[in-house]
């Protein structure tokens, strides 16, 4: 959705998953597991949407 800010998000994410192990919240196998579900879970959800807006109100798919 916002493709500009994607890098900006990425190194956002990657210094808060350091910091939760530097400082001892978190394990690393907690961090890489947390990254791994909400990217598959960010994937099914833009997947979904797109399918969904794909579809039109009539059930079909709706050609561009």
């Known amino acids: 959705i916002y493709y ?3 890098k900006l998000f990425w190194v ?5 998953m ?4 530097y400082i001892g919240v978190h394990y690393p196998s907690d961090v ?3 990254c791994i ?3 598959l879970y960010g994937l099914v959800l833009v997947k979904t949407w797109d399918y969904f ?3 039109g109100s009539s059930g079909e798919y709706m050609e561009n």
């Open 53 to 55: 807006k794909k579809k």
């Open 4 to 6: 500009r800010y994607g």
């Open 12 to 16: 956002t994410a990657g210094i808060v």
């Open 32 to 34: 890489i597991s947390g």
């Open 37 to 39: 579900i909400g990217t």
């Open 18 to 21: 350091f910091s939760r192990v």
